[in-house]
């Protein structure tokens, strides 16, 4: 075979010996890259995920701070509400108090009404009872005479020119204050009854 011949044919091996070999490198290569795709892919997306829970936890607290500081602000808002109405009513019950005592017959109410719980709670003598000045002397002398056939043996009617309306029964170290201000003294008593009453009409 002739040199030419020869050169020739380790040309041709050589360049198939490259050629498989490039071949292989690639395919190696193509192996590689495809493994660090995934790799690439599986840590973004374990990554992405982390990402997410721990958005997801932040967006959870967030909301559950922001639905306490709602409930709360609600809460407020409905004290508040519900403060106001019933500092609306206290006028209208001032008013209907002292119409009550206007009244004759709203003041024999009254005035037994409250009687009956001091019976029912003082000894039978001894009774002081102050009223306002303005309460008729005919009424006065009815309810003497009631409270005498009830088995109270001394009644005193004094007037109270401080007082404008109801009486205050004193015996001994007792006293029952059934006047216009001993009946609003005690705002937390009277603002449960009108939430009472107000939850009732609404």
């Known amino acids: 075979m002739s040199l030419d011949r020869q050169v020739r044919a380790m040309i041709r091996v050589a ?4 050629a498989e070999r490039c071949s292989a490198l690639l395919e190696s ?3 590689k890259a495809k493994r660090i795709m995934a790799q690439a892919q599986a840590a973004a997306r374990n990554s992405l995920r982390a990402a997410l829970t721990e958005t997801r936890e932040e967006l959870d607290v967030a909301l559950a701070e922001a639905e306490t500081e709602l ?13 106001a109405a019933l ?17 004759p017959s709203g003041r024999t109410a009254w005035v037994r009404q409250h009687l009956a719980v001091a019976i029912a709670v003082l000894p039978p003598t001894g009774w002081r009872i102050h009223h306002p000045p303005s309460w008729p002397a005919a009424e006065r002398d009815a309810t003497h005479r009631w409270l005498r056939d009830a088995g109270i043996g001394e009644a005193l009617f004094e007037a109270d020119p401080g007082l404008e309306a109801g009486i205050r029964v004193r015996c001994g170290p007792n006293l029952l204050d059934a ?17 009472h009453y107000l939850q009732e009409i609404t």
């Open 29 to 31: 290569a193509a192996g």
């Open 71 to 83: 409930v709360s602000l609600r809460r407020v808002d409905a004290q508040k509400r519900l403060a």
């Open 15 to 18: 360049e198939e010996y490259r």
């Open 179 to 195: 006047t216009f201000d001993g009946l609003l003294a005690d705002r937390d008593l009277i603002n449960g009854r009108l939430l």
């Open 87 to 103: 500092e609306a009513c206290l006028p209208a019950l001032q008013r209907a108090l002292r119409g009550r005592w206007q009244s």
